[in-house]
């Protein structure tokens, strides 16, 4: 009797899913939706600040993802493509709407070191909570206070987990540029949690910033 085969290995992987969506296979787009869209609902959410226009956004993406499936050419993951189009219609949509220009911070949930959602974090005693519920807000408010180019890129390499390569082609910018937001964000995040007394630093490295 032959070995069967792992079951990792019958989870196609997004190249293949997305090859058999451009040659017009709606099941496969429907692959990409159900693998992708909490992913989207949650990155527009955090932009937005408002449920309904994340839920706006993500439906336009997908739509703009079947539209355009096509044209998608493999020189970056699609998940980097996605995230890119989302990006660019959230940014859209805060243009029109002006009354919005923070980032949400979930607070219920812990990132884990691939910037998934990883569930509720467990309970901590009250003294602690009170300390990380400072720090949040402590670090709420300085990430508020960045300019948006380094706020965006801060939150793509510290919340999202992207690569300094991943964030360059998903902002359109070069590697050099990245590095250098990153490093004002993080230089601004310490000064601004130093002038507030909060306790904490602003990571050096990507791991998945918990806040």
């Not at 999202?160 to 230089?187: N, Q, W």
């Not at 306790?199 to 998945?208: H, K, Q, R």
Request: net charge neutral; glycine share 6%.
């Amino acid at each position: 009797m032959g070995a069967q085969p792992a079951a990792e290995s019958r989870t196609p992987t997004d190249a293949a899913v997305v090859e058999r969506a451009q040659a017009g296979d709606r099941d496969a787009f429907r692959v990409l939706v159900e693998r992708y869209q909490g992913r989207v609902f949650r990155l527009a959410l955090r932009v937005m600040r408002d449920e309904e226009q994340a839920r706006d956004v993500s439906q336009e993406a997908f739509l703009k993802v079947y539209r355009s499936i096509d044209r998608f050419e493999g020189r970056s993951s699609f998940y980097t493509w996605l995230y890119r189009l989302v990006m660019n219609l959230c940014l859209d949509m805060k243009r029109r709407d002006k009354t919005s220009r923070h980032v949400e911070w979930n607070e219920e949930v812990a990132l884990d070191t691939e910037g998934e959602v990883s569930g509720p974090a467990p309970p901590a005693a009250p003294g602690i909570s009170l300390e990380r519920a400072e720090l949040r807000e402590s670090m709420r408010k300085a990430i508020d206070g960045l300019p948006d180019d380094a706020r965006r890129t801060f939150l793509l390499r510290e919340v999202d987990g992207l690569s300094y390569a991943e964030i360059a082609r998903a902002l359109e910018i070069p590697k050099g540029t990245v590095m250098s937001r990153l490093h004002y964000a993080r230089r601004r995040l310490r000064e601004a949690l130093l002038a507030s007394g909060a306790a904490g630093s602003v990571p050096e490295t990507s791991g998945g910033l918990e806040v």
